[in-house]
C-alpha cells in the first residue's frame, strides 16, 4: 500500500506520516516544501521525502510527478497542506494574504490531483483525500461567530466545490473523493492566529487525535461515499452545530455545503 501526503512536516500531515510509517508494510511519500526532508527524528527514516513541492506554485503537480516517476499507483493521497491569515473587516481584507490561502487550499488540489491522475498514479480503488474544514460550510456559518477571515473561510468552501466537482469526473475511473473535516486542532496553526484561547471550550484536539481518526475514516471509504463532506470525528468541535442542525447529531457527522 502505498501513501502520498502533500504537506507531511507540520500539524495535521506531520501526524499521518508518521502513523502511517509507524504501521509498516506501506509506502510512505511526504511532500515538503524545502530541498530535503526534515532531519527531525521525530519523523521515522521510512518516510519517502519528495523536496520543493510548493503549493503556491501552479508546477507543484508536476514536482511531485517527477518524484514518482516510475512508483506503482498511489493508494491513497491526502492533501494536508494550507495556510491561515485571519482577517476582519475593521482592518480590511489582505491582498497576499488572500492569494496565498485561495492558491494553496482550492487551487493547487486541482492541479495536484489532475497531474498524478495523467501520470497514471491514480486508478480504479485509489483514494483523494481533501483536507477541508466546518468553516467552509456556509449552512454552520452563524451570527454568533461573526464575519472576517475572509479567504480562510472561502477558499475551504470552494475546496468542497473541487471535490465534489473531482468526484463527478473521476468516478467512471474508480477513484474516491472525499472532503473531510478533520477537527479543531491544536496547531501551530491554530495558536498563530490566536485560537489557541479556544483549544478547551471548542474541544480542540491534538493532531495525533485527528490523524488517528482519520486513518480510520479512511480505511473504511468506498464509492459510496466519494464527492461527500464528513466530520470524522463527529460534532463535538464544531461550535455552530448544534444551533443549526439540532442536538442528537450522529459521528461521523455528513456536514452540510
Known sequence: MSILIVGATRGLGASLAKQYAQQGQKTVYGTTRSSQGPESPDFPDSINWLSSVDLTSQQAGDTIASHLRGAKPLDTVIISAGYFGTENFEEGPKWDEELRMYTTSSIAPVFVVH??????????????V????????????????GGGNYAHHASKAA?????????????????????????FMRTEMTKG????????????????????????????LDISKTGEYWAPRGPGDIGTASAVLGEGLPTPLHLPW
Open 115 to 128: 497531474r498524478l491522475v495523467q501520470a497514471g498514479l491514480l486508478e480504479n480503488g485509489s483514494k483523494v
Open 130 to 145: 481533501l483536507i477541508s474544514s466546518e468553516s467552509g460550510s456556509i449552512t454552520l456559518r452563524h451570527e454568533t461567530e
Open 159 to 183: 475546496l468542497n466545490m473541487v471535490g465534489k466537482l473531482l468526484s463527478l469526473d473521476l468516478k467512471d475511473k474508480g477513484v474516491i473523493v472525499s472532503i473531510v473535516h478533520p477537527g
Open 193 to 220: 492566529v490566536g485560537f489557541d484561547k479556544f483549544w478547551d471550550d471548542g474541544g480542540a484536539v491534538t493532531p495525533e487525535e485527528a490523524a488517528k481518526s482519520l486513518i480510520e475514516w479512511i480505511g473504511k
